[in-house]
């Protein structure tokens, strides 16, 4: 069963076309990867599946609800249900890590006070944070940010965890911490996850399934071994870290000939 | 020739977005003020309200106060020094007076209170988008009118009112102290002239002008904010403009006002 069901997505900036047909299912249950380089849309298809921003054409049906075409207040239904990591954590820096992880439970629940401390710390401790509560997001370092921020995202037991780029710029011990954590919530909590990711250590650990966007399409969609197989030559270079564009010796070195020279006819 | 126009086409169409959007936003934040009334509203944003009420107002008492006296010493002072000439001296008390009660206490919180509060709010807004807060606001299914703009507004329609009464009695002392020590006029007698040379509608006047600035310096504070985009650079720049177009707005206001009280008060 799907839990995310993307159809004929079609996104387009001032005319530019981003997302370019796409579709793609996450099931229930599993970590769907969403691979890709550097302005292959990654960014653009995750605000589309958080209702960000709307497409120009298709749909994203997110536990049987069209968010492209439904109400404000089915959009907000819908997210209550979704627990999002942002890349820059997007902590709130006047509030502390226990407010931070509280804040929906507050407004969102009428549950009692001492509950809702019960619950923070509990979500605190399952990302390590137990003992960093009363801290405020910029006394953290990078990877306590980013675990804070999936802290919060599990705050009201979401059944689909949405998490962008969630081991950029860390190193790589508190990178893999991350993705044991990831595989841990799955493991513990059944819970449904889409990663953003252009880390390939990381994406082959966590995934279940893998989708690799290029240039506002998917190229494949698969299971790891399923990916590591494909013989697409985007998805080779990809995987191989093949340059795309090398820098043209032979042109670099023209140019530069006609630069001086045109330098040294100015009077 | 052409080029001209064009350059005047898109000037007057990016005013007119941004009148556009100021009255969108208007629309929704008045909507979603309801939210930060106490009693009938959410006790989350009533108490984001009153933090707001003590950040504009309070913190900004010693500093209106300040300007409010030096204003009334230098307005009592210019005035002394010509009425003198015409044996007229005590008309500094009614000069004094009517013009802090109607002009000058409004017009300098209203500066003090942009200068302050209205970059704060740009700034912190501004950075809040770059950070990606509002997105995770939005997609932790609050409605970022009501959580972030909806607590600044009330706030600043209540403070910037009884900053402008502070504003009025500070002016109104400096006077009375100036009268002091050039004629030996006694505080309570000097007092007692005020209250007979300023009427009911001279105090509403002051007080109408002071919620519309309330209005203009927290609308253009918020949608400066709201309008970054890029980096912290961009934060910078909606700060600045946050000021100069808030305290152009007021004192256009300013004048529309008094023209307005001026045609009024003599038919």
Redesign the interface.
Known sequence: MSMISVRDLVVEYDGRRVLDGLNLDIEAGQITVLLGGSGSGKSTLLRQILGLERPKSGSISIKGTDITACSPADLNKVRRSLGVAFQSAALFNSLSLEDNVALTLREHTALAPSVIDLIVWLKLAVVGLADFGKLHPQELSGGMKKRAAVARALALDPEILVLDEPSAGLDPIVAAELDELILFLKETFQITALVVTHELPSAFRIADRIAMLFDGSLLAVGTKDEIRANQHPRVRQFLDRVPGSPVHMPALASYLERYVQTQEAKP | MANLLEIAGRETLRQLDYVGSLNIQLWATLRGMRAALPLVG?R?RWRAAVHQMLEIGVEALPMVALLAMCSGFILAMQGASELRRFGALHFVIDLVAVGFTRELGPLLTAIAVSGRSGSAFAAEIG?MKV???I??L?????EPVEFVLAPKYLAALVAVPCLSIVANLFGILAGGLFMFFSTRLGLLLYFHYVLNSIQLRDVLAGLVKAVAFATIIAHVGCLEGLRVRGGPEAVGRSTTSAVVRSTFLVIVADAIFTAIFYFVGKT
């Open positions: 959410n989350h950075t950070t990606e807060e997105d995770a939005k997609v932790m299914a609050f």
